[in-house]
């Protein structure tokens, strides 16, 4: 069942730019908040915290490929 709703002009640009930064429909982002008690500050704050964990891989800002290891297998004994 498809409903409508009116939403203020700062809510719907809050959730075109979630939806053009996660690559999520205007729609799913509205569900998750509603199905969820996902808010629209969570999800923000969720996409900036992926996004920030992306940069850094990018730039190298990462684990290196030893810490990696270590982790992997501290949980999987050989």
Known sequence: MKS???LSDDISRR????AERSRLTRSQIIEDA???GRSLAWQERW???VQSGLDE???GEF???DKISR???K????
């Open 4 to 6: 409508s709703i009116e």
């Open 15 to 18: 959730i075109d730019l979630l």
């Open 34 to 36: 509603l199905a969820n």
């Open 47 to 49: 996409i900036a915290g």
């Open 57 to 59: 891989a990018d730039s």
């Open 63 to 65: 684990a290196s490929e």
């Open 71 to 73: 982790v992997l297998t």
């Open 75 to 78: 949980y999987d004994p050989v």
